[in-house]
C-alpha cells in the first residue's frame, strides 16, 4: 500500500499522483498487439489508496488522512482497422479521518480517462479528474480540478501536453 504525505510545497501532489497512475494504466493498456479484427475486452481492477492531505493544502484546518480503494474499470476495443480505444473509469471508496479531531471527511471522485491509438501510431490521450473532499459541515470543501490531453505522433513528437490542475475551497 502507498502512502504520501502531501504538503504545502507542492500544491499540485494529488492530482500529479493520480496523473501518473492513469498514465501508467494508458500506456499499458496500449502495449498489447492490435489485430486486424475488431475485439473487445473489460477488465476489473482494485487500487489501494493511502495519502494525508495537509492542513495547508486542504480547506479544513487540519491534516486529513485519506485511504481506501479505488475500483477501476477498463475497457479496450481494436476495431477493424487497428485502432486501440480505451476507456478507465476510477471510482473512489475512500475515508477521510481528520488527524487532530478524527472528524470523518468523505473524499468524492470519479476520474474519467480516455486514449486512442490509431492505426498509424499516432496517441491521443485525455483524462478529467475531479476531486472534492467534503468537509463535515464546519468548513470549506477542497476541490481539486485536472484536465489533461496529450496527443504523441507515430516518430514519440509530442504535438499537444496540457495539463490544468486547481484548487480551491469551496462551501
Do not use: W
Not at 496500449?30 to 475488431?38: D, L
Request: aromatic residues 8%; hydrophobic residues 40%; glycine residues 10%.
Amino acid at each position: 500500500m502507498l502512502r504520501r504525505k502531501i504538503s504545502s510545497a507542492n500544491n499540485k501532489s494529488i492530482a500529479s499522483f493520480l496523473s501518473l497512475i492513469f498514465l501508467c494504466a494508458t500506456m499499458l493498456a496500449t502495449a498489447r498487439p492490435a489485430t486486424a479484427q475488431a475485439d473487445h475486452i473489460t477488465d476489473h481492477f482494485i487500487e489501494p489508496f493511502d495519502i494525508t492531505v495537509s492542513a495547508a493544502e486542504g480547506c479544513s484546518g487540519e491534516d486529513v488522512h485519506i485511504f481506501g480503494i479505488i475500483v477501476g474499470t477498463m475497457q479496450t476495443t481494436i476495431d477493424a482497422q487497428g485502432g486501440e480505444h480505451i476507456s478507465i473509469e476510477f471510482v473512489p471508496f475512500l475515508v477521510g479521518e481528520g488527524e487532530s479531531t478524527g472528524r470523518i471527511y468523505l473524499p468524492k471522485g470519479p476520474t474519467h480517462v480516455t486514449s486512442l491509438v490509431a492505426p498509424s501510431g499516432a496517441t491521443v490521450f485525455a483524462a478529467t479528474n475531479i476531486i472534492r473532499l467534503v468537509s463535515p459541515g464546519f468548513g470549506g470543501n477542497l476541490v481539486a480540478t485536472e484536465h489533461i490531453h496529450l496527443t504523441i505522433n507515430p516518430d514519440g513528437t509530442v504535438t499537444v501536453d496540457r495539463n490544468y490542475v486547481t484548487f480551491a475551497c469551496r462551501g
